[in-house]
C-alpha cells in the first residue's frame, strides 16, 4: 500500500510541463490577440460604423474562445496518458472548427454585423493566436524533443 501512496503523490512532470504551456500559450494569446481585436474594431468602426464595430466585436469574440478552447483542452487533458491526449486534441481541434463554422452559419443573416469586419478580424485573430502560440512555445522552458533528422 506504501507504493501506491508514493506513486500517487509524485507530481507528473508531463501535466507540469503541459500546465506550463497552456498558461503561456493563454497569456499569449489574450495579449497579443487583445490587441488585433482593438485595432481591428477601431478601423471597422471608423470604415463601416456600428455595424463594422459589432461585425469586429462578434468576430473578435469567436476567435478568443476558439483560441481560448485550446488552452482549455490542454488543461484538461494534462494529466491523462501523452497518447490519449493527441487523440483528445485532434478530435478537439476537429469539434472547435465545426463549432466556429456552426457559429459562422448561424450569424450570416445577422444585419447588424458587417460581415466583412466580421470575418477579417476573425481570421486576423485567429491567425495572430496561433503566432502567440508558437511563440509561447519557443519561449517556454519546458522539456521538448527536437529529433535531427539526416
Do not use: C
Not at 478552447?69 to 497518447?83: E, Y
Amino acid at each position: 500500500m506504501s507504493e501506491s501512496a508514493d506513486t500517487a503523490e509524485q507530481p507528473n512532470p508531463h501535466a507540469e510541463s503541459v500546465l506550463k504551456l497552456a498558461a503561456a500559450m493563454q497569456k499569449a494569446t489574450l495579449q497579443f490577440g487583445g490587441v488585433v481585436a482593438l485595432v481591428a474594431a477601431i478601423t471597422f468602426t471608423v470604415l463601416y460604423g456600428t455595424s463594422g464595430l459589432l461585425g469586429s466585436v462578434v468576430g473578435s469574440a469567436v476567435a478568443i474562445v476558439s483560441a481560448l478552447g485550446t488552452t482549455a483542452m490542454m488543461r484538461k487533458t494534462a494529466n491523462l496518458p501523452v497518447s490519449f491526449m493527441m487523440v483528445v486534441a485532434l478530435g478537439g481541434y476537429a469539434v472547435k472548427i465545426m463549432i466556429v463554422f456552426g457559429v459562422m452559419f448561424a450569424l450570416r443573416g445577422v444585419d447588424a454585423l458587417h460581415t466583412e469586419s466580421l470575418a477579417f478580424t476573425m481570421l486576423a485573430v485567429i491567425l495572430v493566436a496561433a503566432f502567440a502560440e508558437f511563440r509561447a512555445f519557443k519561449n517556454t522552458k519546458i522539456p521538448t524533443l527536437i529529433i535531427e533528422s539526416k
